[in-house]
Each structure stands twice: as C-alpha cells, then as structure tokens.
C-alpha cells in the first residue's frame, strides 16, 4: 500500500509556471511507477506524463511534451511535475498515481491515487 499527497497547484497566468509536488507514504516507495493524470471539467481523466522506478525512462501526452518535465527523487518519495509555459487548456485537477507492474497510460491500470491538487490558468 502507498499513500500519495499532491501539493502545488494554483492559479497562474498563461505562460506561466507551476511545480506540482506528490508525497508518497508507506513501503518501497522506489519500486513504484508514479503518473501524473489531469482532469478537467466535464471531460474524463488524462495521462499526462510517467516516469520508471529509478527515473530513467519517462513518458509524456502528446499535449504537454516539451512544456513539463516529471522528475523524482526516491530519497524523499517524491514525484515533481515542472509546468512550463502553461495554457488555458492546462486547467484541471492534477492527481498522481502509483503502481508496481505497469507503464501504461490507462487510468484504471493504477491502484494507489492521491486527492488532486487543482491547478488553473488563466488567458
């Protein structure tokens, strides 16, 4: 079992930059893949970007590659999503998510999610 807490979100101006922060508690954190999705209103959850156990490999949406750039650092289970050069279109509830057997970007493919942290942008 792992317990995730995202921080970060807010609102921000287009063009701007937001770090968005994700907490995991509880056992052999480092042998999990962590994901940020997103959720906007009205429309379903989206995988936005992943990154392997030791953070050698990552992956991104086609809509955010380029702008954000997922990092972790296994001493302080934690997963970072960087937001750069933020749009409008970027508004949503930004949630992680954690499994130990998968890469894929399907939402129910992950166990173990945090609450969300909202994150808004303004044109």
């Known amino acids: 079992q792992v317990q995730l807490v995202e921080s970060g979100g807010g609102l921000v101006q287009a063009g701007g930059s937001l770090r968005l922060a994700c907490v995991a508690s509880?056992?052999?954190?480092?042998?999990?893949?962590m994901v940020w999705f997103r959720q906007a209103p009205g429309k379903e959850r989206e995988f936005v970007a992943l990154?392997?156990?030791?953070?050698?490999?990552?992956a991104y949406a086609d809509s955010v590659r380029g702008r954000f750039l997922i990092s972790r650092d296994n001493s302080k289970n934690t997963v970072y999503l960087q937001m750069d050069s933020l749009k409008a279109e970027d508004t949503a509830v930004y949630y992680c998510?954690?499994?130990?057997?998968?890469?894929?970007?399907?939402?129910?493919?992950?166990?173990?999610w945090g609450q969300g942290t909202q994150v808004t942008v303004s044109s």
């Open positions: 509880g056992r052999a954190y480092s042998t999990y893949v």
């Open positions: 998510a954690a499994d130990s057997l998968t890469y894929s970007r399907a939402v129910g493919d992950y166990n173990f």
């Open positions: 990154i392997s156990r030791n953070g050698a490999y990552t």
